[in-house]
């Protein structure tokens, strides 16, 4: 079973993050902390997901395992919450190089909030494009993932894909996905033009992303390559409210935090031309729906 590696050496952690990190996050809404985990660490993690998967259902599944569908993603349907009852998964959420980078990105210390495997196996549907921040409500502040890499992840296997700078976008308004490639009903619409930027990682590579910052992922057009991944999110530590399913709400030493938990929607954003240039409009009240964000 997964543990802390142990990573107690002050000097090691600060080591771990470094200013250059922090412009390019600043200026990007994301930055990838290359071999944060070592291959052994890696293949345990991997292991022990596999064998919880197998077990069947587990508490916070939102499908049920189903090994004989035609569907990839209901044989190996992802998890969630596994934190709140898996000791291994609990440890990685807290686990100090997280932590360190996070709060050299953040400036403090962030509050631990949810843990989620993807396995996204041979043939599996990506995500269409999103912000995490519809999902994960955090005020003041913003909701940031650390997405851990456990197989090497490349376009043709389903990496990630983001919008670099987007970040500094509000809340967009969502609208329809298309459910043959995403495995989840809501996208968000760009103007036309608008770079869309591969991922690849290799795994232990750690992608540490901005709530706002959109992204998403293709299929998995493989045969025969998983690309599994463990993600961990946090919101802002100076967020006063948050979400109710967040809940419990950790302090990075693990202890509880008393949040205001009743926060819901607020106003989104549409693009519209403005002076021939595309711009973003507040439109609306956003309602944030049941958690299904990569």
């Not at 922090?22 to 993690?45: C, H, I």
Request: net charge negative; hydrophobic share 35%.
């Amino acid at each position: 079973m997964y543990k802390c590696s142990g990573h107690e050496d002050e000097r090691k952690l600060i080591s771990m993050f470094n200013e250059s990190m922090r412009a390019f996050f600043n200026e990007n809404g994301y930055v990838v902390a290359r071999a944060l985990f070592d291959p052994q660490e890696v293949d345990t993690l991997r292991e022990h997901y596999m064998e919880l998967r197998a077990q069947g259902a587990h508490p916070g599944d939102m499908v049920g395992v189903d090994t004989t569908s035609s569907d990839p993603l209901k044989r190996f349907p992802r998890m969630i919450h596994m934190h709140h009852w898996d000791e291994a998964s609990l440890s990685w959420l807290l686990e100090p190089r997280l932590n360190a980078v996070l709060t050299g990105l953040l400036g403090r210390e962030p509050y631990a909030v949810q843990t989620m495997l993807y396995f996204k196996p041979a043939g599996a549907r990506g995500q269409a494009l999103h912000q995490d921040q519809y999902f994960l409500r955090a005020r003041p502040g913003t909701c940031m993932a650390a997405w851990l890499a456990l197989d090497d992840c490349d376009e043709t296997n389903g990496c990630m894909q983001v919008i670099p700078g987007s970040h500094t976008w509000p809340l967009l308004c969502t609208t329809q996905a298309d459910t043959k490639n995403s495995f989840t009903d809501v996208t968000v619409l760009l103007p036309e033009g608008q770079e869309v930027q591969p991922i690849v990682m290799q795994a232990g590579d750690v992608l540490f992303f901005n709530g706002t910052l959109v992204h998403g992922s293709y299929p998995n057009t493989t045969g025969d390559r998983f690309r599994r991944s463990l993600i961990g999110h946090y919101i802002s530590g100076e967020a006063e409210q948050a979400s109710q399913f967040m809940k419990p709400i950790l302090r990075m030493d693990g202890s509880e935090v008393d949040l205001e938990t009743s926060l819901l929607g607020g106003p989104c954003g549409v693009w519209v031309e403005e002076d021939g240039k595309p711009v973003i409009e507040l439109s609306g009240l956003e309602t944030n729906t049941v958690f299904r964000s990569e």
